[in-house]
């Protein structure tokens, strides 16, 4: 019993070194992605990360963290980060923040760049850091961010997508079709500015991003460079392969990884740099395979998440592998590429899930190799595909390999005995030098120096500046071919401060929210993005407001005041403003049922003129106005001759017809003289006691309308004195 327990004890420790250990590798393992530098035109100067050489820049090169670059006047880049595309025109300088897998952090120090993000997950960060302040990206669309030379201001232009500025206690929202220029790092002094139209540069982008469209059916769209490929060669079925691309403009006996160098770049070591414009996607993605005689590039599923490779190579030898030259036997590195369905060995530390993902994300696999062989190091009874092609194996002397020399011009063809004998291994057993770091490249122009010495502003904080190579080539010497672990790295200690950018991180305590209209700096231009989020309605509804106002008091004296001599200029108005009536006409539904009384209102058509007050009675229910108040009683009796109603019967039903016709408003007010309506009327609690009054006087009504029409506005103010003399007479 007691061995019993002792034995679960030790297999429950080595369980758990062994969780540790995998827990230790998972938390080392690479990123999934790097940039890639997939265009140049003109002079474009690179400086690798910790480094503080200068180099011409070369196509594909692989970049991380830590690493910088110079575009000259005149001169243009193109830098690939997953599913975003940064474009540099002349007089930029570019450093490479923070690079990971949910993060992308440029340093825009001065010059211009076009960003165009075509996904963005909801964990993402894509943030450009600025003098001024830290650009944030939130949503694919395209941007374009201004950095005068000085950097004294930094102009954001939001063409498509959303984006959010930080800067010393401030944080705003910049929405698409938005332009603002600031100065300063708090955010504080800033001007709204139209977007600048497309210019050269900008064209020469849209056309860039055009590309790719026939490749974007058979590739994952994690896999950089891919838009290349439509260029340079074509796509087709491949029988036990599926879709595969062939290049067509290579030369006779061409194949994989033979055109191009080696650099060492962190933390995968020995990594591929393609010659070829089309050379990146192929040499760090999928597979290669040889179909009949014929070079075609198998790429991964369509629907994984591609991971990035350094180089999707087997070497040949080891440490001890020779070959020939001219000037006898010399050591020597030779690979060849790996075929469809077979297994990736890194070189550098990583966790299972990662030597799993690798794998099925570039290759149809069967996950069964891809655990014998992550549990098996030294296996080497493993049979490659492509060990046995004609042409596929290249070899170069270690001395050219690690000096980064184009392998073109150093191959050296084996013997097919080496060939057949050598071992098959996953390491470049060769350890780098300075030269394996900065590449062959001739030394080039650097920024200035304000430029490299220019502190940005960045909402992420940056990763600790990168490791430089001096410090750490012993211990590389002391393992050939493989990287430094998280625990190795740790204990280099540099005796040199490695170039490293000025960082202000900012922590806004405040959501971002759009610029204040005041502080902006033009008197008018600021006003624009406000009129985009809408302070308009509220000044357009005050505006309604005023005008409601003046017509308030309108319809109260209309209600309890129908006289004509106060109800004449009012129809006017109400057919100025026909809108109030028929917004209270919808709600009313049970008046709009109650059609058929039009006809009623045809054949006394003297309501017409009455028709406004009603619906302003409806309109505004608020206090009357007590000037007018006094008039009712004299109006309500003035109105009851008959003589009045038969002769301006006649006349009145004529003209008000056509008036009805013109305005929505008189037919509900025909409907409303009417004793149904009035019946509608006495629902305020105010109007109740007036139906019986509108009652009695409909005639007199029509008689003021007709005055008010045939003498205008001063003859319609002389009506109420007739009224009382025609009162006096009959008392």
């Not at 110079?70 to 690079?99: F, H, K, P, Y």
């Not at 030379?149 to 705003?172: F, H, I, K, N």
């Not at 009675?617 to 206090?623: E, F, L």
């Amino acid at each position: 019993m007691h061995k019993r327990y002792s034995r679960n004890r030790i297999m429950a420790l080595l369980l758990g070194v062994a969780a540790l250990a995998w827990a230790g590798w998972a938390s080392a393992d690479p990123p999934t992605r790097v940039a890639r530098l997939g265009y140049i035109s003109g002079a474009v100067s690179f400086s690798p990360a910790g480094e503080d050489d200068w180099v011409l820049a070369t196509v594909n090169r692989p970049l991380i963290t830590g690493d910088r670059l110079w575009v000259d006047a005149g001169a243009r880049a193109e830098l690939q980060i997953g599913a975003a595309v940064i474009r540099m025109s002349g007089s930029t300088s570019v450093t490479l923040l923070n690079l990971e897998d949910r993060v992308a952090q440029v340093q825009l120090a001065q010059g211009t760049l076009n960003v165009r993000v075509r996904r963005l997950g909801p964990q993402e960060v894509f943030e450009v850091a600025t003098p001024n302040l830290a650009y944030s990206i939130r949503r694919p669309g395209e941007y374009r961010i201004d950095v005068d030379p000085a950097g004294d201001t930094t102009a954001v232009v939001v063409r498509s997508g959303q984006a959010e500025v930080y800067g010393d206690g401030a944080a705003y929202v910049v929405n698409a079709q938005q332009a603002y220029r600031f100065a300063g790092t708090g955010l504080s002094d800033y001007e709204y500015i139209e977007a600048p139209r497309a210019d050269e540069f900008d064209r020469w982008s849209s056309d860039r991003d055009r590309r790719g469209a026939v490749s974007a059916r058979y590739v994952s769209r994690d896999v950089i460079g891919y838009e290349d490929l439509d260029d340079y060669g074509s796509w087709r079925a491949a029988e036990g392969y599926g879709n595969v691309w062939v290049p067509t403009r290579v030369a006779a006996g061409w194949a994989p990884y033979h055109d191009g160098h080696w650099a060492w770049v962190d933390p995968w070591g020995w990594t591929w740099v393609d010659d070829a414009p089309w050379g990146f996607a192929v040499s760090h993605y999928g597979r290669w395979a040889n179909i009949r005689g014929t070079w075609g590039w198998v790429p991964g599923p369509i629907r994984s998440r591609a991971v990035y490779a350094p180089a999707l190579v087997a070497f040949v030898g080891g440490s001890n592998f020779q070959i020939a030259i001219s000037i006898g036997n010399v050591a020597g590195v030779a690979w060849f590429p790996l075929g469809p369905r077979d297994v990736y060995r890194p070189s550098y530390p990583v966790s299972r899930s990662y030597f799993n993902n690798i794998n099925t994300s570039n290759t149809t696999i069967n996950t069964t190799n891809i655990t014998n062989v992550y549990n098996n190091i030294n296996v080497r009874n493993i049979t490659y595909v492509n060990q046995q092609v004609p042409g596929a194996i290249v070899a170069v002397p270690s001395t050219a390999f690690v000096q980064s020399q184009p392998v073109g011009r150093a191959a050296v063809r084996l013997p097919k005995e080496a060939i057949a004998t050598a071992p098959v291994t996953a390491v470049a057993a060769v350890a780098p030098v300075q030269a394996s770091v900065r590449g062959a490249a001739a030394p080039s122009s650097r920024p200035p120096a304000e430029a490299l010495k220019r502190p940005v502003v960045a909402r992420v904080p940056p990763p600790p500046a990168p490791v430089p190579f001096a410090a750490k080539q012993s211990a590389l010497a002391a393992q050939p071919g493989r990287p430094l672990d998280a625990a190795a790295l740790a204990a280099v200690k540099p005796t040199a401060r490695a170039p490293a950018p000025s960082v202000k991180v900012v922590s806004p305590t405040q959501r971002a929210v759009a610029p204040p209209k005041q502080q902006a700096a033009g008197p008018e231009r600021p006003q624009a993005p406000e009129a985009t989020k809408a302070p308009q309605p509220p000044e357009a509804k005050k505006g309604l407001r005023a005008r409601e106002a003046q017509e308030a008091p309108q319809p109260p004296e209309a209600r309890k005041a129908p006289q004509p001599a106060v109800s004449v200029p009012r129809p006017p108005e109400a057919q100025k403003a026909p809108q109030p009536p028929e917004a209270q006409k919808r709600p009313q539904r049970p008046e709009a049922q109650e059609a058929p009384k039009p006809p009623e209102a045809r054949k006394a058509p003297q309501p017409a003129v009455s028709v406004p007050r009603p619906p302003e009675a409806q309109k505004a229910p608020q206090p009357p106005e007590a000037p007018r108040r006094p008039q009712r009683p004299e109006v309500q009796k003035a109105p009851r001759p008959p003589e009045a109603r038969k002769a301006q019967q006649p006349p009145v039903s004529v003209p008000k017809p056509p008036e009805a016709q013109k305005a929505p408003q008189p037919p509900e007010a025909q409907k409303r003289p009417q004793r149904p309506e009035v019946q509608e009327v006495p629902r305020p609690p105010v109007s109740v006691p007036k139906p019986p009054a509108a009652q009695k006087a409909p005639p007199p009504k029509p008689e003021a309308a007709k005055s008010a029409e045939k003498r205008g506005a001063k003859k319609s103010d002389e009506q109420p004195k007739r009224e009382e003399e025609e009162r006096t007479r009959r008392q």
